[in-house]
């Protein structure tokens, strides 16, 4: 079982360019949820899913958007991307007792 | 939106002390969970506490949530190098699910 994946590991990105980060989840887990970590501020979350067909904005959603077409998959697309989205990435899904288990995380440079 | 506020932000301590991580907020919790997070990966649980209170216990670890579900604590006993790392804490008020996280507590215990 491989649980969460996330692709890419990292990524250089030019001002202005549309970029899709994947996350899929093996756990058949309802929720979904992508955070943002960033020093000094901690995880910030973006978007959430209950379930497939549903999303939901978080605490920082401006600039970001996300589908969920299948239990599995849960993409975070930037339309047009800017420095300020340089971050971590985290995809995370929700098991038992609100456990949240999170993918490796995709690491974004914007330029 | 609900803070958790941790305290210390950075901790360097010698291999064998003991150590104290607090996480405290105003609102109050349906759970709170405490995570680990190492340089490069993912944050991962180490545990839930959900009742006012309650007190668990891993290994040399003790987490303890305040009766009145507004704080909590991580204890750590004897402190080993391999403790080192990014303490998280993260409640649920109950509503969507969707964790708000604290900023983290940097733990650096050297040899």
Known sequence: IAGITQAPTSQILAAGRRMTLRCTQDMRHNAMYWYRQDLGLGLRLIHYSNTAGTTGKGEVPDGYSVSRANTDDFPLTLASAVPSQTSVYFCASRGLQETQYFGPGTRLLVL | ?111
């Open chain 2, 1 to 111: 939106t609900q803070l958790l506020e941790q305290s210390p932000q950075f901790l360097s301590i010698q291999e064998g002390e003991n150590l104290t991580v607090y996480c405290n907020s105003s609102s109050v919790f349906s759970s709170l969970q405490w995570y680990r997070q190492e340089p490069g990966e993912g944050p991962v649980l180490l545990v839930t506490v959900v009742t006012g209170g309650e007190v668990k216990k891993l290994k040399r670890l003790t987490f303890q949530f305040g009766d009145a579900r507004k704080d909590s604590s991580l204890h750590i006993t004897a402190a080993q190098t391999g403790d080192t790392g990014l303490y998280l804490c993260a409640g649920d008020v109950g509503s969507n699910y969707k964790l708000t996280f604290g900023k983290g507590t940097l733990l650096t215990v050297n040899p």
